[in-house]
C-alpha cells in the first residue's frame, strides 16, 4: 500500500509538494484551513476586481529558464497564462524625482543605467557580473541537487549594502540598485547580499505578470494534484500533529476528525507548526530557536479600484521613495510614514490597455495594530477603520505627487494590514516575507525542512526563500527528503528536455 502524506496548509509550498508527491506515488491529502487554497496566492474580488494578495509577479518564467522548467514539470505552465513587463524598465526606481529603469539582460540592464551614471559604467559590469557568479552557483538557479546548496557563503555573510558600496563610487547609484528593496524587505547591515542576488537575479531574467491573478497558479496545482489523486479539504484546521514516542501518527482537525498519516508535512509557519507539534523529540532549546527567529516587516496594502477606462495599464513595478533611500523604510514614526511605496496594477487580461485594479504596499510594524489582536476580520470596529482610511490616505496623497491624476481615477479601495495578513496565512507578526535572513545570526535564523520528528516535514517560504521561485525549490528540497534528491532532479531535467 502506498504511504500517506498529509499536508498542513495549501500555500504554494503545500500545493507543490503534493504535486510531486502525487506524481511519485504517494496517497496525499492536504488540509486548508481557511475557505479559499493558496496561501500568499489568495486573491479576493470587490465590484468585479480581482486583487492579488501575495504574488504579484514573478520572473525566470520564459521557456527554458529555472521558473518556467519547474512550472513544466508540475504541469502548470498550459493552465497558467503570463502577461510580460516591459523589458526596458520592468522596474523602475524613483530616487529624489528622478526615474532609473531596470531593464532585462546585462547588456540593456548596464546601458539603461550607464545613461544615468556615464562614469559608472564599469563599476555596473562588475555589480552585475557578480549578480550573475552568486545566484548562478546556487541550487536556486542551476537546478542541481538541492539537498546541499554551494553557493559562495562570502556573500551569505557581506550584507548588500556592505558589497553594492564596495564596487560602486557613485552613492546615488548604490541607493538605486537597492531600489526594490520591498520584494525582500532588505535591512541595512543585516540581509545578507546573496538574497539581493538571487532577486535580482530572478527578475532580470524575464518578468511576468498572472493574467488573471495569481490564484490561478494555486487552481492549476489542485487540478493537477486531483488528477493524480491527491485530495484537497478546506475549512479543515489542524490542531495538534499527534505523536507516540517515536514518530507523528497523525493530525487532529477542529472538527473532531483525526486522520493518520505515514508522513506529515507543514506548510504552516514554522512557529505555528511548533505549536502544534507536541513531542518529546522536540528539545525546549529547538523550540526557543524557532520562537526568536527574526521576521521580516509587515505591509500596509491600498487595493485600488480604477474607474472605467480612466487609467492606462503600467506595464511596470514602481518604487518611490520620500526620503532619498530605500534603506530604513521599516523605521518610521508618525509623521515620518510612509517613507517609501511599491505601486503596481494587476493583470486582468492578456496585455490591458486600462487598468481595473492595483495595489499600492508600503512597510507597517505589527506593532501598530497591535491592539486589535484577537479581532476578527470585518469585526475590529471603528477605530481600526478609522486607522486604515488615514493611512490610506496619506498613502494615495504620496503616490499621487509621483502619479498624477490617480484620486482622479479611483472608483474606490479596499485596505489591509499586517494582521490582516497574520489572520490568513498565518505569517508570524503578519510578515511579509516570514522569516528574514540576517548575516549576523547565521544559521540561527534559518529553519530546516526536516524536524526532529522523523517522519514531520516543513515547507514553503520559511525553508528556503520566499517568491514563487524560493518557494518552489524549498519544495524539491522537502521532496527530496522522501524521493530521494537525485531522482527527483533526474525526472525535473528529464521533462525539461
Known amino acids: 500500500m502506498c504511504k ?25 491529502t492536504v488540509l486548508e484551513q481557511g475557505t479559499q487554497v493558496g496561501g500568499c496566492l489568495q486573491c479576493f474580488t470587490r465590484q468585479g476586481v480581482k486583487y492579488e494578495t501575495g504574488m504579484h509577479f514573478i520572473g525566470s518564467a520564459s521557456k527554458g529558464q529555472t521558473l518556467h522548467r519547474l512550472m513544466h514539470f508540475l504541469e502548470i505552465t498550459d493552465k ?24 532585462m539582460g546585462r547588456e540593456a540592464f548596464i546601458d539603461q543605467l550607464s545613461q544615468h551614471f556615464p562614469n559608472q559604467r564599469h563599476q555596473l559590469e562588475r555589480y552585475f557580473d557578480l549578480v550573475k557568479q552568486v545566484s548562478g552557483a546556487s541550487s536556486l538557479h542551476s537546478l542541481r541537487s538541492a539537498s546541499k546548496d554551494i553557493f559562495n557563503t562570502e556573500y551569505q555573510l557581506r550584507s548588500v549594502n556592505e558589497v553594492v558600496e564596495s564596487i560602486i563610487d557613485d552613492p546615488l547609484l548604490a541607493r538605486v540598485l537597492v531600489g526594490n528593496l520591498p520584494l525582500y524587505a532588505g535591512e541595512r547591515d543585516k540581509t545578507p547580499f546573496a538574497t539581493h542576488a538571487f532577486i535580482m537575479d530572478f527578475y532580470n531574467e524575464s518578468a511576468y505578470r498572472i493574467v488573471g491573478g495569481s490564484d490561478t497558479v494555486a487552481h492549476a496545482l489542485v487540478s493537477v494534484l486531483e488528477r493524480y489523486g491527491g485530495r484537497v479539504f478546506t475549512r ?28 506529515i508535512i507543514s506548510d504552516a509557519h514554522p512557529m505555528r507548526t511548533m505549536e502544534m507539534l507536541e513531542s518529546p523529540l522536540i528539545r525546549p532549546a529547538f523550540r526557543r530557536r524557532i520562537k526568536n527567529i527574526p521576521q521580516t516587516v509587515g505591509g500596509f496594502s491600498v487595493y485600488l479600484h480604477f474607474r472605467n477606462q480612466s487609467m492606462p495599464y503600467m506595464n511596470h513595478n514602481y518604487y518611490g521613495y520620500e526620503c532619498g533611500t ?72 504620496v503616490v499621487e505627487r509621483h502619479v498624477p491624476g490617480l484620486r482622479a481615477s479611483l472608483a474606490g479601495y479596499h485596505t489591509s494590514t499586517p494582521l490582516t495578513y497574520y489572520d490568513y496565512t498565518g505569517s508570524e507578526g503578519g510578515s511579509m516575507y516570514g522569516v528574514a535572513k540576517d548575516i549576523h545570526l547565521g544559521v540561527a535564523c534559518r529553519v530546516p525542512h526536516r524536524t526532529r520528528v522523523p517522519n514531520v516535514l516543513q515547507t514553503g517560504q520559511n525553508i528556503n526563500s520566499h517568491g514563487m521561485l524560493g518557494v518552489l525549490v524549498g519544495t524539491m528540497v522537502t521532496c527530496g527528503e522522501l524521493i530521494g534528491s537525485g531522482r527527483l532532479y533526474e525526472q525535473l531535467n528529464k521533462d525539461s528536455e
Not at 497564462?81 to 531593464?103: E, H, K, N, T, W
Open 80 to 103: 497558467v497564462q503570463l502577461s510580460p513587463l516591459d523589458p526596458l524598465g520592468y522596474d523602475v526606481i524613483d530616487i529624489d524625482g528622478r526615474r532609473y529603469p531596470f531593464a
Open 236 to 263: 479543515k484546521r489542524v490542531t495538534r500533529i499527534e505523536c507516540d514516542e517515536r514518530r507523528a501518527t497523525s493530525v487532529l482537525t477542529t472538527d473532531g476528525e483525526r486522520i493518520e498519516a505515514d508522513i
Open 4 to 28: 500517506h502524506v498529509v499536508i498542513i496548509g495549501s500555500g504554494l509550498g503545500g500545493l507543490s509538494c503534493g504535486v510531486v508527491l502525487a506524481k511519485n506515488g504517494y496517497r496525499v
Open 326 to 397: 530605500p534603506w530604513g523604510c521599516e523605521h518610521y514614526d508618525a509623521e515620518s510614514w510612509p517613507k517609501g511605496f511599491l505601486y503596481m496594477h494587476f493583470c486582468h487580461e492578456q496585455a490591458p490597455i486600462w487598468a481595473q485594479g492595483g495595489v499600492i504596499l508600503s512597510y507597517m510594524q505589527m506593532d501598530d495594530v497591535a491592539r486589535w489582536r484577537g479581532t476578527r476580520p470585518g469585526r475590529r470596529g471603528a477605530d481600526y477603520e478609522a486607522m486604515k482610511h488615514e493611512h490610506a490616505e496619506r498613502l494615495i496623497d
